[in-house]
Nanobody, 126 residues
Framework: QVQLVESGGGLVQAGGSLKLSCAAS????????MGWFRQAPGKDRDFVAA????????DYADSVKGRFTISRDNAKNTVYLQMSSLKPEDTAVYYC???????????????????WGQGTQVTVSS
């Protein structure tokens, strides 16, 4: 089973950048599709980005396309979220997740993910 620990969150000014990391334990990481989600206060947890097992397929929420990049290093059991041109509306707790299903595809729904990290806070000031 995969266990996930996020890091890299913090406070940044609008227009700035942050890079989140998600370290995974477990021998199956390289075969698992991964995703990033975020939850702002009082709102649902929303899809941000997803990546398949090889990194060859990715998907993004419209709100972050062109600003965020998801990547992975299977040798380091780590998935990343590079965030640029940050906006105050990007403020949220960011979670990484490991999918239930085939690592060949990418997934955008909460229910398609089996394992979740504890989250890391990202705050963007205006």
């Amino acid at each position: 089973q995969v266990q996930l620990v996020e890091s890299g969150g913090g406070l940044v000014q609008a227009g700035g950048s942050l890079k989140l990391s998600c370290a995974a334990s477990g021998r199956t990481f390289s075969s698992v599709a991964m995703g990033w989600f975020r939850q702002a206060p009082g709102k649902d947890r929303d899809f941000v980005a997803a990546i398949n097992w090889s990194g060859g397929t990715t998907d993004y929420a419209d709100s972050v396309k062109g600003r965020f990049t998801i990547s992975r290093d299977n040798a380091k059991n780590t998935v990343y979220l590079q965030m640029s041109s940050l906006k105050p509306e990007d403020t949220a707790v960011y979670y990484c997740a490991a999918a239930y299903y085939s690592g060949y595809y990418v997934y955008t729904k909460n229910r398609q993910y089996a394992r979740w990290g504890q989250g890391t806070q990202v705050t963007v000031s205006s």
